[in-house]
């Protein structure tokens, strides 16, 4: 496996740290190797003692000791080289002579590099019908620049050894979210328009941009979350049953989420999105930074680091239900969760309503829960909701969930594309995310400030109130 990006954060604070474990719990066939590559003159023994560092960051206490870090050292190594020069593709290539055919090239880097990358490999002679290519999102920054890196990466590898990487899909409450759907037959009936009122997919963060101010500042919330983590849980909670799980047949039922999304553009940005900033505030008591004020990022940023949009699905099942996409970073609470409102009974018996809902947590708990409304003990019938709760990480008495990466590497070890995005999956998303950046540039220059540590802009609120049916 060749980790492009080598000594960046994804490769040290995610990829490493997945193929310690997957070493760890002896996932790795005996023969894997890990080589890391990136511009900085290193040499192995120092890669090594970098990648430690982090790993000891990352892994569990528990999970980690010496003697297991060293045999995963074994398999690690490092190679400097300038992933812009193609004489480097060359040194490279003579340097994997003899080594074993089958190679997994992860390419952690900034998505502008791809094409550059993928040619190189190709004249290179390093891109042999064995070889895997592994690319991490956004892919591109438009609907045109997507499709510019799929068209290069198709020259010169065949879908089926392309696997676009959505980490969400790695969660395995996100895969759980399939087999609620699919294999109990109490929520399938339900599960459409005449009995959903509405869904709200909320991902937020407490975290702020971190180091990663240069990346975020071009990207924005809606390439860095929306394109990307939300659409892919929309598409899991609306899609039809696939006929099989195989890859094929689910990517299929996605593609068709996505198609049928009716577009936002123009004038429409106003009535059906918020765009946020982040001001400076307290996350946990401490003082957090504004945006603008974060490194790498343009004192007079119009980034935006929060969006709330409604997402209207164009079908038999969906129509006019109201789905709320919303995400943001520096916000009051981490958590990611899925929220499915069911409509109210059709006549009222009792005092006190709502509940009727199905929650679906991914983050920071894996929970499922039913909200359902109860009579409160004592005289009369007074109504309360309460919870059916399903504590996925209980119920599987598991020590340790397993991170999305170490689901997803061994996915593309094993050649298993299911879990990762097609290239027409890649492209509809864009083709309807591009249409609201655009009537943003026109309609809606300035995001809207919230402080740090707060639930997002105030106008939240009122849009919820212009499409909810209650205006709750
Ligand atoms: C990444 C984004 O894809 O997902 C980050 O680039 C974000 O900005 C992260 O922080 C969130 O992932 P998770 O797994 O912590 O919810």
């Known amino acids: 496996m060749l980790v492009f990006g080598g000594t960046g954060d994804l490769a040290l604070h995610k990829l490493l740290p997945a193929l310690y474990y997957l070493h760890r719990d002896g996932r790795l066939h005996a023969q894997t190797r890990i080589l890391a590559l990136a511009r900085q003159p290193l040499e192995r023994a120092a890669y090594q003692a970098l990648a430690e560092r982090r790993c000891r960051a990352q892994v569990a206490r528990a999970d980690f000791d010496a003697a297991t870090w060293q045999g995963f050292a074994e398999r690690l190594d490092y190679f400097a080289m300038d992933i812009e020069q193609s004489a480097d593709f060359s040194r490279l290539a003579r340097r994997l002579e003899g080594s074993p055919a089958q190679q997994v090239y992860y390419l952690a880097t900034a998505p502008r590099l791809f094409e550059a990358v993928v040619e190189h490999l190709a004249i290179a002679g390093l891109a042999g019908p064995q070889s895997r290519i592994v690319l991490e999102k956004p892919l591109g920054h438009s609907l045109e620049s997507a499709r510019a890196i799929n068209a290069a990466i198709g020259k010169v590898f065949d879908e089926s050894r392309v696997f676009r990487i959505d980490h969400y899909l790695g969660k395995e409450t996100v895969q759980n979210l399939m087999a609620l759907r699919f294999a109990n037959a109490l929520f399938e009936p339900l599960w459409r328009a005449g009995h959903i009122d509405h869904v709200r997919i909320n991902v937020y963060e407490t975290l702020g941009v971190e180091n990663r101010g240069a990346y975020y500042d071009q990207a924005g919330a809606m390439r860095d979350m929306v394109q990307n983590h939300l659409l892919q849980l929309l598409c899991l909670v609306a899609m039809e049953a696939p006929a099989r799980f195989d890859a094929e047949a689910v990517r299929d039922e996605k593609l068709r989420v ?77 958590t990611s969760e899925i929220v499915i409102q069911f409509k109210p009974v059709p006549h009222r018996l009792f005092n006190g309503g709502e509940a009727n809902r199905l929650l679906i947590r991914l983050q920071p708990e894996e929970r499922i829960s039913l909200q359902l409304m109860a009579k409160a003990p004592g005289k009369g019938m007074r109504l309360e909701p309460v919870e059916l709760d399903l504590n996925l990480a209980q119920a599987f008495q598991q020590k340790r969930r397993w991170d999305a990466y170490e689901r997803l590497l061994l996915d593309v070890i094993e050649g298993d594309s299911t879990l990762f995005m097609r290239r027409d999956e890649v492209e509809a998303a864009w083709a309807w995310v591009d249409p609201i950046l655009q009537g943003w540039h026109e309609h809606y220059q300035s995001p809207r400030p919230y402080p740090a540590g707060s639930d997002g802009p105030e106008q939240l609120q009122a849009l919820f109130g212009r499409h909810l049916r209650g205006g709750s």
């Open 258 to 334: 996505l198609q049928a999304l009716k577009p936002i553009g123009g004038l429409d940005v106003r009535d059906k999105t918020v765009r946020g900033q982040y001001a400076a505030g307290k996350i946990g008591g401490q003082e957090v930074p504004a945006y603008w004020f974060e490194k790498n990022v343009d004192n007079d940023s119009d980034t935006e680091t929060f969006v709330a949009l409604l997402a209207e699905i164009d079908n038999w099942r969906w129509a006019g239900v109201p789905f709320f996409l919303c995400t943001g970073k520096r916000m009051a609470r981490k």
